[in-house]
């Protein structure tokens, strides 16, 4: 199945292990194969992996990059079984996540596994609204 990607001037993306840049006008690429295939936009770098979800995600897309989940599968699975016993709200979206590793749907997996970084985001924004109650010591539901 052909891949259509619109692309925006200087936009890039990953194909296979390759850096495709466009040009100065937007332009529209169609990609015939199974190379993996990542915007700019989308990657994940490791140094931005700094949370549980997010170095699981990372795991995944490299994973998804090298087109199997061979060499990272044991620490996806460290890393798995982590943050479903701190949160378990998140049992649901790894274990998606996990399905998809396991059946070599990989493209899935990072997309379940970036779901995982938008629910922990949420996590902890409730958590920090939280700590400023209790920092204004308005714990009690009224306003101070």
């Known amino acids: 199945m052909t891949l259509k990607v619109d692309l ?7 194909v296979g292990r390759s850096v495709v840049t ?5 332009s529209t690429l169609l990609i015939d ?5 990542l915007r700019e936009r989308d990657i994940l770098k490791e140094s931005d992996a700094d949370t ?3 170095r699981i ?10 087109g199997s989940p061979d060499a990272l599968l044991p620490a996806y699975t460290e890393l798995a079984r982590d943050v479903m016993k701190a949160a378990p709200s998140m049992i649901g979206l790894v274990e998606g996540a996990t399905n ?6 990989l493209y899935k997996a990072f997309r379940e596994a970036r ?7 949420s996590i902890f924004k409730h958590a920090n609204r ?7 010591g308005a714990d009690d539901g009224e306003s101070a």
């Open 100 to 105: 998809h590793v396991l059946t070599g749907q």
């Open 115 to 121: 779901k995982l970084v938008a629910h922990e985001a």
């Open 33 to 37: 194969g199974a190379e993996p295939v």
């Open 52 to 54: 549980p979800a997010k």
């Open 22 to 26: 466009n040009g100065a006008t937007r």
């Open 8 to 14: 925006k001037p200087g936009e890039r993306i990953v």
């Open 57 to 66: 995600a990372y795991v995944v897309q490299m994973m998804y990059l090298a």
């Open 130 to 136: 939280g700590a400023s109650l209790r920092a204004d």
